[in-house]
Every structure is written in structure tokens, then in C-alpha cells.
């Protein structure tokens, strides 16, 4: 279940963005978030993981 007015969509772009902001590596934000880089590109590029 999804929360309200987010989606992939925006949550992507609005990532990447935050992730340039600060100088961080696809592999930094992974770790912080517990996930694999690859899911990070994923969000970063769009793509549905379902």
C-alpha cells in the first residue's frame, strides 16, 4: 500500500536529484537505505521492481 500522492514516479526523479545535490554515490544512498544499488539506478531510471 501506497501512501497518498506518492509514486514511483516522483519519488525517483526527486531522489536522483537529492542524491546529485549532495555529492552522494548510488551506493551511499543504497546503504543508507538499506537496499541494493541497483534499486536505487532502478528508482533513479523509473523502473517498476514489481
Given at each position: 500500500?501506497?501512501?497518498?500522492?506518492?509514486?514511483?514516479?516522483?519519488?525517483g526523479p526527486a531522489l536522483?536529484?537529492?542524491r546529485q545535490n549532495r555529492h552522494l554515490t548510488q551506493a551511499?544512498?543504497?546503504?543508507q537505505l538499506y537496499v541494493t544499488r541497483q534499486t536505487i539506478?532502478?528508482?533513479?531510471a523509473g523502473e517498476d521492481d514489481s
Open positions: 500500500m501506497k501512501p497518498e500522492g506518492v509514486d514511483q514516479m516522483s519519488i536522483q536529484k537529492v551511499e544512498v543504497a546503504s539506478s532502478r528508482l533513479g
